[in-house]
């Protein structure tokens, strides 16, 4: 004797493009109905959503999650500010360094995790010749020689 579901698969198998054709019009015809179940159920499911995401991609569950937020006071591990917080993870090993915000931790992978690279930055930004003082410098100079002119 089979069973329902046998039987479903067979008669798909056989039906395939009639049962395709007819879920597609479903489809067509309950739009706003499709959205609101999809509404809903994201809605309700969104924690475990959150843990299915962060156990695939990075072996941790949502309470290890928030347990990690809570030691970091909520707050970014690279701005220190309260945001919206973001597994920051070694890229090779796979390993979780931490919690950062949506600017941080784009800004890390853009660097390519390059400590030279951010320390070269770092550099930069402390810099007295940046743009600034060197359009200051030049304002001074060519004021001093107008004077000197006249």
């Known amino acids: 004797m089979l069973t329902t579901a046998e039987k479903?698969?067979?008669?798909?198998?056989?039906?395939?493009?009639?049962?395709?054709?007819?879920?597609?019009?479903?489809?067509?015809?309950?739009?706003e109905q499709i959205l609101a179940y999809q509404k809903r159920y994201h809605a309700e499911n969104a924690?475990?959503?959150?843990?299915?995401?962060?156990?695939?991609?990075?072996?941790?569950?949502?309470?290890?999650?928030?347990?990690?937020?809570?030691?970091?006071?909520?707050?970014?591990?690279?701005?220190?500010?309260?945001?919206?917080?973001?597994v920051d993870h070694n890229h090779v090993t796979g390993e979780v360094r931490g919690l950062l915000c949506n600017k941080c931790n784009p800004a890390l992978g853009l660097l390519e995790d390059n400590k030279e690279t951010l320390r070269a930055l770092i550099l930069h930004l402390d810099s007295k010749t940046g743009y600034g003082k060197i359009k200051e410098d030049f304002t001074k100079q060519t004021s001093n020689t107008i004077h000197d002119v006249m």
């Open 8 to 31: 479903g698969r067979r008669y798909y198998a056989k039906h395939r493009d009639k049962v395709l054709a007819r879920n597609n019009e479903w489809n067509r015809t309950h739009k």
């Open 47 to 86: 924690r475990k959503r959150k843990n299915d995401e962060l156990q695939k991609l990075y072996g941790m569950s949502i309470d290890d999650f928030d347990k990690l937020a809570k030691e970091q006071d909520y707050r970014c591990k690279g701005c220190n500010k309260i945001k919206k917080l973001v």
